[in-house]
T-cell receptor, first 119, second 114 residues
Framework: GAVVSQHPSRVICKSGTSVKIECRSL??????MFWYRQFPKQSLMLMAT?????????EQGVEKDKFLINHASLTLSTLTVTSAHPEDSSFYIC???????????????FGSGTQLSVL | AQSVTQPDIHITVSEGASLELRCNYS??????LFWYVQSPGQGLQLLLK??????LVQGIKGFEAEFKRSQSSFNLRKPSVHWSDAAEYFC????????????FGSGTQLTVLP
């Protein structure tokens, strides 16, 4: 089955630094990818929808200057947490849609997530 | 490692009929359990979740789910399906005691016939 690779799986960084998380569709093309953030005991919060070749669509309340999303190719989207603070510590997960326009069936596949800890 | 199985890839029901989507999990302890819905072109939306307590949980849009420990199941139900319920549904589990990482099932695509 289709696989979405998310890297790194775990990252620890100092406050004020930036962290980049990659989301790759390994055997399909994804014009649309989604980025989520999870809080303890709570559901996933959709942060933004990443569209290949265009600007990401951010959900209300998500700082677009802090959470930079780039979707430069049909198989890669990146989320950069800029000037990270301890409150940014969370579990981030991406998903990618197998593009119908590229012969896919529109099914959604999930990465394994990235645990970010900001000291 | 925990795993989630949604045995039905695609389900078709008529509008007004009842619905049950199956979800089985494999984990040594009681996990946190979730059901999400993905409508075309949109991100995931949480329907309901189970952490503890009453094993029958009510969610949004008229959905409910029942946690059955003996069967390791968390099936999603709705008494009467509406055409707008056509979407893809995902079951997910998180580690008990550390509800930080989610493992998703492969999803069930629901088609609603008029």
């Amino acid at each position: 089955g289709a696989v979405v690779s998310q890297h790194p799986s775990r990252v620890i960084c100092k406050s004020g630094t930036s962290v980049k998380i990659e989301c790759r569709s390994l055997d399909f093309q994804a014009t649309t990818m989604f980025w989520y953030r999870q809080f303890p005991k709570q559901s996933l919060m959709l942060m933004a929808t990443s569209n290949e070749g265009s600007k990401a669509t951010y959900e209300q309340g998500v700082e677009k200057d802090k959470f930079l999303i780039n979707h430069a190719s049909l198989t890669l989207s990146t989320l950069t947490v800029t000037s990270a603070h301890p409150e940014d510590s969370s579990f981030y997960i991406c998903s990618a849609r197998d593009s119908p326009g590229a012969g896919g069936d529109g099914k959604l596949f999930f990465g394994s997530g990235t645990q970010l800890s900001v000291l | 490692a925990q795993s989630v199985t949604q045995p039905d890839i695609h389900i078709t029901v008529s509008e007004g009929a009842s619905l049950e989507l199956r979800c089985n999990y494999s984990y040594g302890a009681t996990p946190y359990l979730f059901w999400y819905v993905q409508s075309p072109g949109q991100g995931l939306q949480l329907l309901l979740k189970y952490f503890s307590g009453d094993t029958l949980v009510q969610g949004i849009k008229g959905f409910e789910a029942e946690f059955k420990r003996s069967q390791s199941s968390f099936n999603l139900r709705k008494p009467s399906v509406h055409w707008s319920d056509a979407a893809e549904y995902f079951c997910a589990v998180a580690l008990s005691g550390s509800a930080r990482q989610l493992t998703f099932g492969s999803g069930t695509q629901l088609t609603v016939l008029p």
